[in-house]
């Protein structure tokens, strides 16, 4: 759309508009729609008019307001589908990214070993240990969780994430 550097604030605003009038795909529905309950449209074509308008051309109160309710209801129905079609794609990228991902399985009395994180005080420059250990499992909780204890067979930490503790081989 520029030929120039110079140009680039003159056709921003278009683009803009074209960015918020655009459906995205993660929710079926367009920015603008969302945030402002309504479609863009030009200003020749407004659908609901202003006083001023409905004043100069006689449109009758009740007619006025059985239209702007069915517009509010439709836009209450816009927003549930597109909160539908929101999940339905959050679990397709769910699925997608899933699809390789397999999971770590512990059981109990198994030697691991636990990341040591970046924000930890043990990790001190690029020459440090990544990992800490060995520790065994103690318990294995639901959602992945596990109970560490030393190899002396006190307690490490109360929970850990699987996802932080790998299994260590002698």
């Not at 079926?28 to 008019?49: N, Q, S």
């Not at 051309?57 to 006025?64: L, Q």
């Not at 198994?110 to 690029?126: C, D, E, M, S, Y």
């Amino acid at each position: 759309m520029v030929q120039g550097s110079r140009q680039w604030h003159e056709k921003l605003l278009f683009a803009l508009l074209g960015y918020s009038t655009t459906v995205r795909t993660s929710t079926g529905e367009t920015p603008y729609l969302l945030v402002y309950r309504t479609e863009a449209v030009i200003p020749a074509k407004v659908e609901i008019p202003s006083l001023r308008v409905i004043v100069e051309v006689e449109i009758d109160d009740d007619k006025w307001v059985k239209t702007r309710l069915e517009h509010l209801s439709l836009i209450e129905e816009k927003r549930l589908t597109s909160v539908c079609h929101g999940q339905l794609y959050q679990r397709r990228m769910d699925r997608a990214y899933n699809k390789k991902v397999r999971p770590k399985n512990f059981e109990v009395g198994q030697l691991v070993l636990r990341r040591i994180l970046p924000h930890q005080v043990k990790a001190k420059g690029k020459f440090s240990p990544n990992w800490q250990g060995p520790f065994v499992v103690k318990k294995v909780l639901p959602n992945r969780a596990l109970y560490l204890k030393d190899i002396e067979g006190k307690m490490a930490e109360m929970d850990i994430n699987a996802d932080k503790v790998k299994r260590y081989y002698v």
